[in-house]
């Protein structure tokens, strides 16, 4: 057992105090009435500030992706489960976070808060560009000033915040894609 001398005395009481303070007995509060409306006065228990999760999404040709910010976070950002710093190749990871690397604001917001984002639908390129919108529709939501980021992505790629509505064109018959016919041999 250690002994009680190395110890400071202040220490000892405040702890006395602390543990005072958590085991004191609750106030009763008054029942509210059986009539609707005519309560009597609400609890006075605080209850915990649980800020909702920010949600958007983004679509590029058949690509879908749905991101979610949860406040106070650590700055992880995930895709679909996985960390986003496992993808590779690193120039399909560096296209995914660019909302967030070009301007201090959202990086500010980033690291304060977790993004996960789930991507179903299309190929590998038009889900990173399904992403890359929907973490910056997600921090622009977060923003504490929505029209500058706002302008400031405007101006640095309308894709970050647009959705981009081309879709491929369906293959005709007599030939091998959408325009193109197959050629005519006469020999």
């Known amino acids: 057992m250690k002994s009680m001398a190395n110890e400071p005395k202040g220490a000892l009481e405040n702890l006395d105090k602390e543990l005072g303070a958590l085991y004191q007995p609750k106030p009763q509060q008054a029942k509210p ?4 409306g005519t309560g009597g ?5 605080k209850k915990a500030v649980i800020k909702k999760p920010i ?10 992706a749905r991101a979610s910010l949860i406040p106070g976070g650590s700055g992880r950002v995930t895709v679909n489960g996985v960390d986003v710093n496992l993808i590779k190749p690193k120039e399909i990871r560096e296209l995914m976070l660019e909302a967030i690397k070009v301007t201090k604001v ?14 179903y639908g299309g190929g590998f390129s038009g889900q990173a560009q399904a992403v890359r919108t929907a973490i910056a529709k997600v921090i622009l939501k977060a923003s504490p000033s929505p029209d500058s980021l706002r302008n400031f992505y405007m101006e640095y790629d309308r894709n970050l915040l647009i959705d981009d509505t ?22």
């Open 166 to 187: 081309r879709r491929v064109e369906p293959k005709k018959f007599k030939g091998p894609k959408a325009r193109a016919r197959f050629q005519k041999s006469y020999r």
């Open 33 to 36: 009435s059986s009539r609707r």
């Open 55 to 64: 949600l958007s999404k983004g679509k590029r040709k058949r690509a879908v």
């Open 106 to 119: 959202a990086q500010q917001i980033a690291s304060g808060a977790n993004i996960s984002v789930s991507a």
């Open 41 to 45: 006065p609400k609890s006075a228990k």
